[in-house]
Every structure is written in structure tokens, then in C-alpha cells.
């Protein structure tokens, strides 16, 4: 299924006309996964960020504290823009007894996200942007590729 990220399949499969019961009591794991742009190791240049910026994208203070620098895309012989291959980001969301009663009780995506993040759920943003944190991928591509949380 196409859905932007893990909790948006139980909707989707409830859309399309699959019992939420169902749903809920045969549903393990859900994955949803982008494909981000890898930086170039030949040419990804560092560049400072500044913390208010780091913190408005979704990084937390303490990230925010510790990053004294990212990379951006430069361009070389090499690669040409910057960026030379992709690799996967996950997001996995393991459904538990909560879960299963929301979906049940009709929640929305975003309320089955609300409380996945909460019992700890890494979502493709806060995948992409740990990426970014470690010069894997650029904090433009980051953003561009997933959704604010």
C-alpha cells in the first residue's frame, strides 16, 4: 500500500473496506520506508546551522547542543550534484493493546501516530533528520523527503 507513513495504512485498509476488527487483531507490524538521497563522500561539504533552525525542524535541544556541524550537497566529477546513491529509512510501528483498541474505536491516523510516537516510534522525519545528523544524507534532503511530524 501507498501511504505516507505507518499508521496511514490502518486507514487506508479500513478505506478500503476492511473491518477494523480485522484490521487491529491481524495486524503484528507496520513498516513504511522513503528513499533518501546518500551525500556524496568525495564532495559533501560541512555547514554550520544555526540552532533555532535545528530545533524548527525537529531536532531536540540536546541534538541541537551537540551538532557542530552538517553537510550539504557540493557536486563533483564524481557524483555531479552532490549526491551519489540512495539508502532506506524505516518507520515501525509494532501494534500493541492500545493500538488495537484505537483502531477498533475508529482513531485517526494522526491520533495512531500520536500514540505510536509516544511509546516510541522513530518516524521517517526523525529517521531522515539522524541521518542527516550523522553527514549521511543533507538536511535538505531530509526535509524534502518525509513529513513533519
Known sequence: LHTNDAPG???RMVDMGVDPFLVASATLLISAQRLL???????????DVPRE???SVG????????????HM????KRC???????????????????????????ASSVDL???ALEKGMLSLRRC????????????????STTLAD
Open 9 to 11: 495504512t490502518i486507514s
Open 37 to 47: 538521497k546518500k551525500l556524496c563522500p568525495e564532495c559533501k561539504q560541512p555547514c
Open 53 to 55: 533552525r535545528l530545533l
Open 59 to 70: 531536532f531536540v535541544a540536546q541534538e541541537a547542543e551537540q551538532i557542530k556541524q552538517l
Open 73 to 76: 550537497a557540493q557536486g563533483c
Open 80 to 106: 555531479t550534484h552532490g549526491y551519489k546513491g540512495r539508502f532506506a529509512i524505516l518507520e515501525t510501528m509494532k501494534m500493541d493493546e492500545d493500538l488495537r483498541r484505537m483502531v477498533i474505536k475508529g
Open 113 to 115: 501516530k500520536a500514540k
Open 128 to 143: 531522515a533528520l539522524l541521518n542527516s545528523m550523522r553527514g549521511k544524507t543533507s538536511i535538505e534532503e531530509a526535509l
